[in-house]
């Protein structure tokens, strides 16, 4: 099964859409994502959709990813879209919390350089490989458990 978080107004085909408020008939679970631990069971999901969601939380980034990470299936696939910090996309939206940089999430893939480095030592979990690339104002990462 495929979770989109924070599908908002234009939800993806193929996925359950979440929100934090029931906002439209396409909203099939609300929740809050601050408050965690998230309402799914450890190993639910196959894969997980967070486009333009992540940005929006006052959670550190350690904490969504490792509730992410937990209610992955093994092998499952988290996808994100993420505004570069300082670029527009970042800034000019009052609902944004943080931007991130590309290298963020080096830290939490087992085959990155700062997992190797720093992750292992601040982290209890990690993805086993994962991309990231940068599209216009975007970091698009791709995390494997």
Known sequence: MKIELGCGKA???GY???DPRRHSAHVDI????????WPWPGESWDEILGLDVFEDLHLMPAAWLQECHRI???????RLRVP???SPWHLMDPTHVRGFHP????????????YAKYGHY???F?????????EEYNIVATLVK
């Open 16 to 18: 359950v859409h979440h």
């Open 30 to 37: 609300v929740h809050d994502l601050e408050n965690v631990p």
């Open 122 to 124: 601040y982290f209890d």
């Open 11 to 13: 939800p993806t085909s």
């Open 103 to 114: 290298l963020n999430f080096d830290y939490f893939i087992l085959r990155g350089g700062l």
């Open 126 to 134: 990690a993805f086993s490989h994962g991309t990231v690339r940068i």
């Open 84 to 86: 570069i910090f300082g």
């Open 72 to 78: 992955l299936k093994p092998g499952g696939m988290l």
